[in-house]
């Protein structure tokens, strides 16, 4: 490992690393990242232009009831993007693999217990919601409602991200229309392991050039970064390069480690994000 990267606090992250198991309840594996050198790298060194929520879903959750049988549950986390940090993703599987073998008397017990750690983690107010599997909980699986660029026949040789690509049709009326794509993947930051994704860019403005987007969605391909901050990317360059007057963007991650998180960033504080619905490869 590089000095630099030897000095940086991601070093100490559990992520890419052998890490021992515990089933003890221990809230000090979380390993919370501030989001604010990241975002100094897209300009954003305050208040950033967006809003949105880090909407995690997990898929191995179980605890202890009073009498030592297990319940299993699947959680659901609203991260707001306003917090000063986000969680690293195996700190949280981890952390979440410590109430295994701790006892709790409810499921609003460990409901409030998630919430109280994860707020911490992160500097804001998490929501949490746990449904036990014995209450057969539903999840509707569905493909986002929009446009799908991905069969546009377009030549492409570029795998690093380059907002050049993005434009749009400045002669055109304006449009209000929800652009998806299957073809986002980059990598994880810290192992470079895959992560793969269905994007979709809601917006309303100048028509976005779409073999341009999907041009610009593919060069993430080689990128290294966490989900969050290649989402907060991908909506700081459209707003750049497109000059919308709206935009939102969200992107659903296939599941890893039991974890699948789901970043949305819109520009105005009250637009509504989707619904958890899963997508096809969640």
């Known amino acids: 490992m590089p000095a630099s990267d030897r000095d940086s606090p991601l070093a100490h992250a559990p992520l890419g690393r052998r890490v021992d198991y515990r089933s003890d309840y221990a809230p000090e594996l979380l390993f919370p990242i501030a989001r604010a050198p990241k975002r100094a790298e897209l300009g954003v060194l305050r208040d950033p232009p967006f809003y949105g929520i880090d909407l995690w879903n997990a898929y191995e959750l179980s605890w202890l009831n009073p009498r030592g049988k297990p319940v299993v549950a699947i959680g659901c986390f609203h991260v707001p993007a306003c917090s000063p940090r986000l969680v690293e993703s195996k700190s949280l599987?981890?952390?979440?693999?410590?109430?295994?073998?701790?006892?709790?008397?409810?499921?609003?017990?460990?409901?409030?217990?998630v919430a109280t750690d994860l707020s911490e983690a992160v500097g804001a107010r998490v929501g949490v919601r746990i449904e036990p599997l014995s209450g057969r909980p539903r999840r509707r699986i569905e493909a986002i409602d929009g446009v799908l660029i991905?069969?546009?026949?377009?030549?492409?040789?570029?795998?690093?991200?380059?907002?050049?690509?993005?434009?749009?049709?400045?002669?055109?009326d304006m449009v209000e229309e929800t652009l998806v794509s299957h073809l986002l993947k980059s990598n994880c930051l810290i192992t470079g392991q895959p992560d793969w994704a269905t994007l979709a860019v809601r917006y309303r403005g100048r028509p976005i050039d779409r073999s341009g987007l999907l041009r610009y969605i593919v060069s993430y391909r080689e990128h290294d970064e966490f989900h969050e901050q290649c989402v907060e990317r991908i909506f700081m360059d459209i707003r750049r390069c497109c000059r919308p007057e709206r935009l939102a963007v969200w992107a659903r991650y296939t599941r890893r480690g039991g974890l699948d998180i789901n970043p949305f960033r819109a520009d105005v504080e009250d637009a509504s994000p989707p619904g958890n619905f899963g997508d096809i490869r969640q």
């Open 93 to 113: 599987k981890l952390y979440l693999n410590s109430l295994n073998g701790s006892r709790f008397e409810s499921v609003e017990e460990v409901r409030l217990r």
């Open 150 to 172: 991905d069969d546009l026949d377009v030549a492409i040789d570029t795998y690093r991200p380059e907002p050049s690509f993005l434009g749009v049709d400045a002669t055109a």
